[in-house]
Nanobody, 115 residues
């Protein structure tokens, strides 16, 4: 059974940094992409950063230049380095791994940006 476990969330002041990590347990075949989504209170879940198995990256306009996604294909881990955090980045962040047959999700980690 595949499980994704996120870590690294927490409280940070505006302008600060956090690094989120996601580790997958279990066997996942034919990964197409890995990434991070977020859901702020009262809002829909949105894509933050995606990285394909070939290394192509896609970022939400709101985080370009501030967030960097990276992955280790062999270890099935994906990370999100978040710099220059803003209060509007406050959300639950979810890890995602997609295959042609299924998309796996973590349970989320809370990031709160506040002074």
């Amino acid at each position: 059974q595949v499980q994704l476990v996120e870590s690294g969330g927490g409280l940070v002041q505006p302008g600060g940094s956090l690094r989120l990590s996601c580790a997958a347990s279990g066997t996942i075949f034919s990964i197409v992409a890995m990434g991070w989504y977020r859901q702020a209170p009262g809002k829909q879940r949105e894509s933050v950063a995606i990285i394909t198995i070939g290394g192509r990256q896609n970022y939400a306009d709101s985080v370009k230049g501030r967030f960097t996604i990276s992955r280790d294909n062999a270890k099935n881990t994906v990370n999100l380095q978040m710099n220059s955090l803003k209060p509007e980045d406050t959300a639950v962040y979810y890890c995602m791994i997609s295959t042609p047959m299924e998309t796996y999700w973590g349970k989320g980690t809370l990031v709160t940006v506040s002074s």
